[in-house]
């Protein structure tokens, strides 16, 4: 079982979880309940109009939740609890969907699981997104891409 590569690092209670500070502090457990919470991206449903006002609270549990998740499977491929990790990035997609860092995620767990036909599914979703919008991927997912890429053809 190959080892997934690791996320670079940016930068006690769910409140405290989810302040941002404690994401790294936080036990799995804690973070664990607090992904128990996403239902889908915040404010989902309410007109634009009415949401203005709330826009930098959406943008902060957002966030927060995909820190949340990020730190989950983390801790969850380090454990070797592929399902755990599979679970965090698919909690944190309900609330972003697309998130590059939730899908470089999803490209380090499916590498640890030895699934290199949805490895290579997601680089290409990946890399296909980037061009469509003009940007470049961000450099821990370029690391990532290569580790997994540069990997599977030393194995072939």
């Known amino acids: 079982?190959?080892?997934?590569?690791?996320?670079?690092?940016?930068?006690?209670?769910?409140?405290?979880?989810?302040?941002?500070?404690?994401?790294?502090?936080?036990?799995?457990?804690?973070l664990v309940a607090v992904l128990k919470l996403a239902r889908g991206r915040v404010f989902?449903?309410?007109?634009?109009?009415?949401?203005?006002?709330?826009?930098?609270?959406?943008?902060?549990?957002?966030?927060?939740?995909?820190?949340?998740?990020?730190?989950?499977?983390?801790?969850a491929l380090e454990a070797g609890d592929v399902e755990l990790a599979r679970w965090a990035l698919a909690q944190g997609l309900l609330v972003s969907p697309d998130h590059e860092d939730l899908m470089a995620g999803c490209v380090r767990t499916e590498y640890q699981a030895g699934n290199?036909?949805?490895?290579?599914?997601?680089?290409?979703?990946l890399s296909a997104t980037a061009r469509r919008l003009g940007v470049d991927l961000n450099e821990d997912t370029t690391r990532i891409i290569n580790t997994v890429t540069h990997a599977d053809r030393r194995a072939s």
Do not use: C, W
């Not at 979880?17 to 502090?25: E, F, K, M, N, R």
């Not at 109009?49 to 609270?57: A, D, G, I």
């Not at 902060?60 to 730190?71: C, M, P, T, W, Y």
């Not at 290199?116 to 979703?125: A, F, I, N, P, Q």
């Open 116 to 125: 290199m036909d949805k490895v290579s599914e997601l680089v290409s979703y």
């Open 1 to 30: 079982r190959a080892s997934a590569p690791s996320r670079g690092r940016g930068e006690g209670s769910k409140r405290h979880a989810l302040d941002g500070h404690g994401i790294h502090t936080a036990s799995t457990a804690t």
């Open 44 to 75: 989902a449903g309410v007109p634009d109009n009415e949401v203005l006002v709330f826009q930098p609270s959406r943008h902060h549990v957002e966030a927060r939740i995909v820190d949340a998740a990020l730190q989950v499977t983390d801790r």
